[in-house]
């Protein structure tokens, strides 16, 4: 079974920038039955999909963070990343990494890392 | 900007039955959005259950069962339990490698 884990600061600064790994075991990131996706969820609010990538390094955007957000690729180490610029307090949440199942037209988030909280503060 | 819409909550006896519905704000779901199914309870992780529309993931039991209604994606617990109280997230894949996240349900079973 798939497994996933993420991985950074938990506390960023306002203005800063937020980077996050995810570790992806038992499954090669390199699989083309996959994209890999971040999602993320304030406080007492609802998921929000920020952003996914294919092993080949094609990128998708939520078009309301396309501005500050990048999600690479690391096919060495299985990894893929994120990093979302000038942040603020409303980008405090928690972060979970997923993958994506592509496989016969099925296109659902089908595991999921546990999460990891990051706090913007000072 | 794409909204996905999902009742805020919903109350159901334990043994009763309930459905979610999901739709967008401008225009109707189709199979072709792929819509997908999440459990979530606080502190955790959220939990697949249902993918295209109508195929439950491995382990989710017979009782959630997706579908269309009209021009949404619609969720059904039937027979619902205790420990089926928990938010539950629609989810359309709007093509592109884009995907699009309903505001959620909290279902109460009471």
């Known amino acids: 079974q798939l497994q996933l884990q993420e991985s950074g600061p938990g506390l960023v600064k306002p203005s800063e920038t937020l980077s996050l790994t995810c570790t992806v075991s038992?499954?090669?990131?390199?699989?083309?039955?996959?994209?890999w996706g971040w999602i993320r969820q304030p406080p007492g609010k609802g998921l929000e999909w920020i952003g996914s990538?294919?092993?080949?390094?094609?990128?998708y955007y939520n078009p309301s963070l396309k501005s500050r957000v990048t999600v690479s690729v690391d096919t060495s180490k299985n990894q893929f990343s994120l990093k979302l610029n000038s942040v603020t307090a409303a980008d405090t949440a928690v972060y979970f990494c997923?993958?994506?199942?592509?496989?016969?037209?099925?296109?659902?988030?089908?595991?999921w890392g546990q999460g990891t909280l990051v706090t913007v503060s000072s | 900007q794409t909204v996905v819409t999902q009742e805020p909550s919903f109350s159901v006896s334990p043994g009763g039955t309930v459905t979610l519905t999901c739709g967008l704000s401008?225009?109707?779901?189709?199979?072709?959005?792929?819509p997908s199914w999440y459990q979530q309870t606080p502190g955790q992780a959220p939990r697949t259950l249902i993918y295209?529309?109508?195929t439950r993931s491995s382990g989710v039991p017979d009782r959630f069962s997706g579908s269309m209604l009209g021009n949404k994606a619609a969720l059904t617990i039937t027979g619902a339990q205790a420990d089926d109280e928990s938010d539950y997230y629609c989810?359309?894949?709007?093509?592109?490698?884009?995907?699009?996240f309903g505001g959620g349900t909290k279902v109460t079973v009471l």
């Open positions: 997923a993958s994506a199942n592509i496989v016969a037209t099925k296109y659902y988030f089908d595991y």
């Open positions: 038992v499954a090669s990131i390199s699989s083309s039955n996959y994209y």
């Open positions: 990538i294919y092993y080949s390094g094609s990128t």
């Open positions: 401008s225009g109707s779901v189709y199979l072709s959005y792929y």
């Open positions: 295209n529309t109508n």
């Open positions: 989810v359309l894949y709007m093509g592109s490698g884009i995907w699009v």
